[in-house]
C-alpha cells in the first residue's frame, strides 16, 4: 500500500480510490484501483491520478462503455 493518499479523476470528475500499491518488481510503477462515476456517458475520458502532489500524465485514456 502506498504511505500517502492517492486521488483520481476520470474525465475531470472525482473517482473513488479503493486501493493503491507499488507494483511488485518494477520501480516507481502504481497499480490503482478507481471506481467509474456514476452517470458517466459512453466515451473516452483522460484518467489522471495524484499522489504527494505529483500527477500522472494527463494523456492516459479509459474508455466507459455501459
Request: aromatic share 4%; glycine share 12%; no cysteine.
Amino acid at each position: 500500500m502506498t504511505a500517502s493518499n492517492v486521488t483520481a479523476t476520470i474525465g475531470g470528475q472525482p473517482a473513488a480510490v479503493s486501493g493503491a500499491a507499488l507494483s511488485q518488481g518494477l520501480a516507481a510503477l502504481y497499480q490503482i484501483v478507481v471506481t467509474v462515476p456514476a452517470g458517466l456517458a459512453n466515451g473516452d475520458y483522460p484518467i489522471v491520478a495524484t499522489i504527494n502532489g505529483a500527477a500522472s500524465p494527463g494523456n492516459v485514456m479509459l474508455t466507459a462503455h455501459q
